[in-house]
């Protein structure tokens, strides 16, 4: 079986900072990773995903996050914050990809200030 | 491309009515769709696997005769919550599978209110 933990149900920074959204799993066998936005009332978005090969993966809106086997680490982080990155942000595990059940953490409420 | 819509987005019933949950691919078949449910301030949690043209499978703890899916066709999938009670109301997201790039895409979710 497959679990994710998000550490910080709420993170704030300030315009233009860093952003680090933390995330952890366990898995049996070798993961796929997942990271999703989810804005107000609205349904979920994929920011970027890992499969396999390269381990730094870059997505959508300037997100990236690298799979560190050694700390079972998925961690999402963006050089600069926006005001538009303000929503909340979920990691998924699947064992066999997208095709098969995701497993998804408590969610990370991103709250962006000037 | 790969949108997801839901209808409707929000409803309101009744205690011990029926409601019904719309899940439609627009411009892709899914064979396969997944319904979830969010509690407030919580992660989504997947209720079943809807398979196109046979039974849904059901996660662990969700009723099958509470929470009927249908997914009659290649675009379509439905839930229906029968004698919806209180405890009941969440927000339920769909996805759809798109097979060409087997990505899970999500719907914008419905928001069940039970009175």
Not at chain 1, 54 to 80: C, D, M, Q, R, Y
Not at chain 2, 71 to 91: G, K, N, R, W
Request: charged share 15%; with cysteine; glycine share 6%.
């Amino acid at each position: 079986a497959q679990s994710v933990t998000q550490l910080g149900s709420h993170v704030s920074v300030s315009e233009g900072a860093l952003v680090l959204l933390r995330c952890n799993y366990s898995s049996s066998v070798p993961p796929y990773l997942f990271w999703y936005v989810q804005y107000p009332n609205q349904g979920l978005q994929l920011l970027l995903k890992y499969t396999t090969g390269a381990t730094l993966v870059k997505g959508i809106n300037g997100f990236e996050a690298e799979f560190k086997k050694s700390e079972t680490s998925f961690h999402l982080t963006k050089p600069s914050a926006h005001m538009s990155d303000a929503a909340e942000y979920f990691c998924a595990v699947s064992v066999y990809g997208t095709a098969s059940k995701l497993t998804f953490g408590t969610g990370t409420r991103l709250q962006v200030t000037l | 491309g790969a949108v997801v819509s839901q209808h409707p987005s929000w409803v309101i019933c009744k205690s011990g009515t029926s409601v019904k949950i719309e899940c439609r691919s627009l411009d892709f078949q899914a064979t396969t769709m997944f319904w979830y449910r969010q509690f407030p301030k919580q992660s989504l949690m997947l209720m079943a696997t809807s398979n196109e043209g046979s039974k849904a499978t059901y996660e662990q703890g969700v009723e099958k005769d509470k929470f009927l899916i249908n997914h009659a066709s290649l675009t379509l999938s439905t839930l229906t919550v029968t004698s919806a009670h209180p405890e009941d109301s969440s927000f339920y997201i769909c996805s759809a599978l798109q097979g060409a790039t087997y990505e899970q895409y999500f719907g914008p979710g419905t928001r069940l209110t039970v009175t």
